[in-house]
């Protein structure tokens, strides 16, 4: 099941993107905060772990209501390659390097889709939230398996990001990436 945190104006959309992934999924309610938007996003993220954590899951799986998946069959395909060994394992990333085993060495971005390990989910609530969450932690990703998806599987949709309080657009970080379905 996927954990979606949208906001009222962009429900429909989310739920589009996963009746055509034929996925079940829950709607989270995002968090804002005025002129924190980055607080209300990691708060947003954070009571869905939380949930998790608290109904003892092991594992939790959560997007962001302006998914976009890459083609039909992107969530099956990312759910059959989750590792075995992973704090969090990411269906894309926007920046950030990885090594030979996808496992990211460096900064990242991009928390569209992913899966966080039960065995992560105390240093996940303790990351800080005056940033932004994939930026606080990928300072830790030396300590951590941060895994990513050999072939990305969805990515943002082009639009109003409230994060950014702008119209953004990053199909031009997407180029040279090896896609699904693509």
């Known amino acids: 099941m996927i954990n979606v945190i949208t906001l009222p104006s962009r429900t429909e959309q989310a739920i589009s993107e996963l009746v055509d992934q034929g996925v079940s999924f829950k709607i989270w309610h995002g968090v804002i905060i005025q002129g924190l938007p980055f607080k209300g996003i990691s708060l947003a993220h954070k009571q ?5 954590k608290n109904r003892q899951l092991n594992r939790v799986v959560i997007a962001e209501d302006d998914i976009k998946f890459t083609a039909p069959g992107a969530y099956n395909y990312f759910v059959s390659k989750i590792p075995e060994d992973y704090d969090i394992f990411l269906g894309m990333i926007y920046e950030g390097n990885t090594d030979e085993n ?12 992913y899966c966080v390990h039960q065995r992560f989910y105390d240093q996940f609530l303790a990351t800080r939230e ?16 941060f895994i990513v998806c050999d072939k990305y599987v969805a990515y943002q949709r082009d639009g109003y990001s409230f994060n950014k309080r702008k119209a953004c657009s990053y199909g031009h970080l997407l180029k040279g990436k090896s896609l699904f379905g693509g």
């Open 48 to 52: 869905i772990v939380q949930d998790a």
């Open 102 to 113: 996808n496992k990211i060495v460096d900064y990242w971005c991009g928390m569209t889709l």
């Open 130 to 145: 005056m940033n932004h969450i994939d930026r606080e932690l990928s300072k830790t990703c030396q300590q951590h398996k």
